[in-house]
């Protein structure tokens, strides 16, 4: 592989644009989903699917309905032979109207009460019992049982019938049809290797290029009002947030709050001299920088002085490696190898995957693991979460999102979505030209500040590049 080495390049960032934001999936995708769902329950056997969801875990219920239960809990029934079921509780049910399914006639709704909040009315709804029994379970049924999380037998004995879903829900579906016949089924959307979601549509990548490019200039605008005694209140407040939904808490972590890990703001003074780190994530997208609240090398403490050099410099270097792996066909555990070699733990520190997938939410899964033999596929967005820690030098980042795609999805976005196509290859082409990275055509960068790294936030044109 070619060796490249890093240097501070003085340079004004791009300003890559912001489309506008591309319209939610219609139809004719959610009829695919549904229909790609229901190819999996039959090559797993199952009669029924339970897709459950809340404000946090709202990503699988999303994906299939075009709904998302941003109020209160949902639940999702899936057969093969009538069209779903959604149940609501009372603050849910009519927001449930922007689905296309529900539009189409193609879901049913019923008011669920029991999902609603404490001591809200409960005075028309039906048992669940009565309600899965309506729905055909029997105790020949076969139950799959869809949260947030799967597991393996490194975690559970029984991983299959290990449940992550409310318990009410759990204990009615084993009364009707017994213990053996449910099991978890998250895998079926989730799973690294063949998931439902890691093979994203050309909408759903322009969805994410839309949410990337928010997030990310939401976050350059911090950086570039950035003041030494503003408080970090102040300074999330340049974020922009524009009210679509975060995929996760925005952080912001000053000197103050250096070992609070992710916090967000706290009203903690910046002070020159002292580290700082910053995300913004809406659905489908997550920017994160990390550096230091100085002007140059000269106001770094002591002990950190060589922060370029021996730190943000060699991390800057080795993700330039981590891209020339990423491309479709690798397996996951080269890129777990290559980051755990040439970043050596005891002054890297990456104890979490080096790089994940990510969707409506904030991580998927990850195909980016020890001896992982998953390989990328096209589809897949990847996000450059590789996270070094030092007590000393504290960390840097690059963290954006990146879509893989082969000629025929790209084929698709260039022809549905031009614009924000050609958003991602003028990101892709400015990442090689201007800071030497090698990037293969199957990569698309989301973010409108691509692999851009000030290591020093009070100066922010000066950033790392690559050269040789």
């Given at each position: 592989m070619k060796q490249k080495r890093h240097k501070?390049?003085?340079?004004?960032?791009?300003?890559?644009?912001?489309?506008?934001?591309?319209?939610?999936?219609?139809?004719?995708?959610?009829?695919?989903?549904?229909?790609?769902?229901?190819?999996?329950?039959?090559?797993?056997?199952?009669?029924?699917?339970?897709?459950?969801?809340?404000?946090?875990?709202?990503?699988?219920?999303?994906?299939?309905?075009?709904?998302?239960?941003?109020?209160?809990?949902?639940?999702?029934?899936?057969?093969?032979?009538?069209?779903?079921?959604?149940?609501?509780?009372?603050?849910?049910?009519?927001?449930?109207?922007?689905?296309?399914?529900?539009?189409?006639?193609?879901?049913?709704?019923?008011?669920?009460?029991?999902?609603?909040?404490?001591?809200?009315?409960?005075?028309?709804?039906?048992?669940?019992?009565?309600?899965?029994?309506?729905?055909?379970?029997?105790?020949?049924?076969?139950?799959?049982?869809?949260?947030?999380?799967?597991?393996?037998?490194?975690?559970?004995?029984?991983?299959q019938r290990a449940m992550e879903i409310p318990s009410f829900i759990v204990d009615t579906l084993r009364e009707i049809v017994g213990f053996d016949n449910i099991r978890n089924s998250t895998d079926i959307f989730m799973n690294p290797d063949n998931g439902l979601r890691t093979f994203a549509s050309p909408a759903e990548i322009a969805f994410f290029e839309y949410t990337g490019s928010l997030a990310s200039e939401g976050v350059r605008n911090m950086i570039f009002n950035l003041r030494e005694g503003m408080r970090d209140f102040e300074l999330a407040g340049f974020c922009r947030f524009n009210g679509y939904p975060l995929c996760c808490h925005m952080t912001l972590l000053t000197g103050a709050t250096r070992e609070l890990g992710l916090t967000g703001p706290v009203?903690?003074?910046?002070?020159?001299?002292?580290?700082?780190?910053?995300?913004?994530?809406?659905?489908?997208?997550?920017?994160?920088?990390?550096?230091?609240?100085?002007?140059?090398?000269?106001?770094?403490?002591?002990?950190?002085?060589?922060?370029?050099?021996?730190?943000?410099?060699?991390?800057?270097r080795v993700m330039y490696e981590w891209f020339q792996l990423l491309r479709i066909g690798t397996r996951g555990g080269s890129l777990w190898q290559l980051i755990h070699e040439k970043l050596p733990d005891d002054t890297f520190g990456i104890s979490l995957n080096p790089g994940h997938l990510i969707h409506l939410d904030e991580w998927l899964s990850s195909p980016i693991f020890r001896d992982s033999s998953i390989r990328l596929h096209s589809g897949m967005v990847v996000q450059s979460d590789v996270i070094p820690v030092s007590p000393h030098y504290f960390s840097t980042r690059m963290e954006d999102g990146y879509a893989l795609a082969d000629t025929s999805l790209q084929r698709k976005m260039q022809q549905d979505y031009p614009e924000a196509y050609a958003r991602c290859l003028r990101r892709r082409k400015f990442m090689n030209e201007c800071l030497g990275f090698d990037l293969a055509d199957e990569i698309l960068p989301l973010s409108n500040m691509p692999a851009i790294v000030p290591p020093y936030f009070f100066t922010p044109n000066t950033i790392l590049a690559l050269e040789g």
């Open positions: 501070l390049l003085e340079i004004n960032w791009p300003d890559f644009g912001v489309g506008d934001p591309p319209p939610p999936p219609g139809l004719a995708e959610m009829r695919n989903r549904i229909s790609l769902v229901r190819a999996r329950m039959q090559q797993e056997g199952l009669s029924h699917l339970i897709v459950y969801g809340d404000r946090e875990h709202f990503a699988n219920i999303l994906y299939v309905t075009g709904f998302d239960p941003r109020y209160e809990e949902a639940v999702l029934i899936i057969s093969l032979d009538r069209d779903p079921l959604l149940l609501l509780g009372n603050e849910c049910y009519a927001y449930a109207k922007g689905s296309p399914l529900y539009q189409s006639g193609e879901m049913r709704t019923e008011k669920y009460q029991p999902l609603s909040l404490l001591n809200q009315p409960r005075d028309e709804s039906r048992t669940l019992q009565e309600v899965l029994l309506s729905e055909g379970l029997r105790r020949t049924s076969i139950i799959g049982c869809v949260g947030w999380k799967y597991f393996t037998t490194e975690e559970h004995p029984d991983s009203g903690a003074v910046i002070r020159r001299g002292e580290p700082l780190a910053m995300n913004l994530g809406y659905w489908g997208s997550n920017i994160c920088r990390a550096g230091w609240a100085v002007s140059s090398s000269r106001e770094l403490p002591a002990n950190a002085q060589a922060y370029v050099e021996s730190f943000a410099g060699i991390y800057f």
